[in-house]
């Protein structure tokens, strides 16, 4: 067995579509194709959104297509206190700052500033809390403010320098994690986000190849500077192409014609589902 390992890392918000499917077979054929390993990891860190059964209902549909994990599962809502911990070195660092603005505040600071840099997912955050006072933060702690902490991009990278990151599709890529600016590490409501956990969780499995789709390519900049920040060898990154509908559209969720369920409700084989995700040929036998 070679020392290759992927995973896929579904959130349990709604059912599996198609492009989960494509998503999930290709790191599962990498890690075939390498002689590696191939892991599962749930990401369920947004209680308003994560619901159990869908989660049951995702494993059932995984397996269903005849897809098959390595080694236990890994439940990101049990693991809460490993992300407390790595944020806490962040903020020793002098890397991340507690954000009280809510996304009104936000948006009335963008339209203040008039002109507010932009990211690929809109306005980026326009950096208000980064300048508080530790006096001011602590008055605002203490008054009972909710909090969101957020990455200091600038100083981060005073600290790191210049970082470079392999997409096994595009090359090496110049880490610029200022497109996504100070992004959340830990939420109000969750002492963590997508990009504090995944970094994390990637690194403590031991992934060497993260697999997943090009909407999440500009992400991975982030992700480079947290893990230097934390010291963790970056894995290598294959961003696949995401599968559209007839109209070019991305499939969501909400597309529930083409969720798996519907699929198999409708009488199609695993195979044939395995084939419209775009793998005619896999099959683990
Ligand atoms: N949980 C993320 C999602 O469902 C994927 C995370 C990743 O592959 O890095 O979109």
Redesign the pocket.
Known sequence: MSDLVTRF???PTGHLHLGHAHSALFGWREARRGGGRFLLRI?DIDPNRCRPEFERDLIEDLSWLGLEWDGSVRRQSEHLDEYRAALARLAGMGVAYPCFCTRKDIAAEIARAGAAPHGPDGPLYPGTCRHLSESVRAERIAAGDAWAMRLDVGAALRLTGPLRWHDRAQGWQTATPELLGDVVLARKDTPTS?HLS?TLDDHLQGVTL?T?GED?FV?THTHRLLQALSGFEPPDYHHHGLLRNAAGERLAKRDRAQSLRSLRAEGASAAAVRALAGFPDESKD
Request: aromatic share 10%; charged share 20%; no cysteine.
């Open positions: 890392a579904p959130s990401e997508y995944v993260v997943r999440l992400a």
